[in-house]
């Protein structure tokens, strides 16, 4: 296969912002990931043409990356990226092979979170503000990610059959502070779950007391709940 010089002798960086800013499959908040780590962890490969990335270049970088103080998890996450644009930069003719030859580079060994216990989810509805106990009740007991439990309609909590419905996510981006909702990933998020016996009264305290007219939990200010709210 003939390669397309031109492409090929792009600079990393410029086309890995094509790429993020082109593809259609990539959503904002991974886009704002990419974009964090390049500057973090990526900076040797930004001004490297395509072509000039070796496997051997490759593996020195990655190395660097693990001897430096950035997150395991982050370094994982920039080989991914690292693999996926150097995947479209095949595709594109621009170089011949992937050069991320690295096993296992890619994957997150980030350690399993702990599982809080009941008697510590208690202590924690207990201290913090009133208006939030619900929502710490929802994502303990029924499962509801945090994204899910900010973006929570007031229509989508049933009180008479006891079923919350999830149908959207909230997605708060760190660099742009940019905040939306927008639909699952899959169509598996999209599910009715029950509201178990002994969170009913605090799903109707909270229904009573602080849900809005289209969102059932809002900060004091009225607006739609922060992921970090207190």
């Known amino acids: 296969m003939r390669l397309d010089e031109q492409t090929g002798r792009q600079a990393f960086g410029k086309y890995a912002e094509a790429y993020l800013r082109d593809s259609p499959d990539v959503g904002e908040r991974w886009a704002e990931t990419c974009t964090r780590n390049m500057r973090l962890h990526m900076t040797d490969l930004l001004d490297l043409p395509l072509i000039a990335i070796s496997p051997a270049v490759v593996r020195s970088w990655h190395a660097k990356a693990l001897a430096g103080t950035g997150g395991r998890t982050s370094i994982a996450q920039s080989y991914r990226f690292l693999r996926t644009v150097m995947n479209c930069a095949v595709r594109d003719g621009a170089i011949a092979v992937n050069p991320c030859q690295i096993r296992g580079a890619g994957k997150d060994m980030a350690k399993e979170r702990p ?84 969170l009913r009264p605090a799903m109707v305290e909270h229904m009573e007391k602080w849900a809005a007219r289209d969102r059932f939990f809002v900060g004091m200010d009225g607006r739609p709940m922060r992921a970090n709210a207190v």
């Open 115 to 198: 599982i809080a216990s009941p008697a510590a989810i208690v202590k924690l509805v207990d201290a913090i503000t009133p208006r939030y106990r619900a929502a710490v009740l929802l994502a303990a007991w029924c499962g509801l990610r945090r994204g899910e439990v900010c973006a929570l309609a007031t229509a989508d909590v049933d009180l008479v059959a006891n079923v919350v419905r999830v149908r959207r996510n909230r997605v708060e981006l760190l660099e742009s502070g940019r905040k939306f909702d927008k639909a699952p990933k899959t169509r598996a998020g999209m599910r009715d779950i029950a509201i178990p016996p002994h």
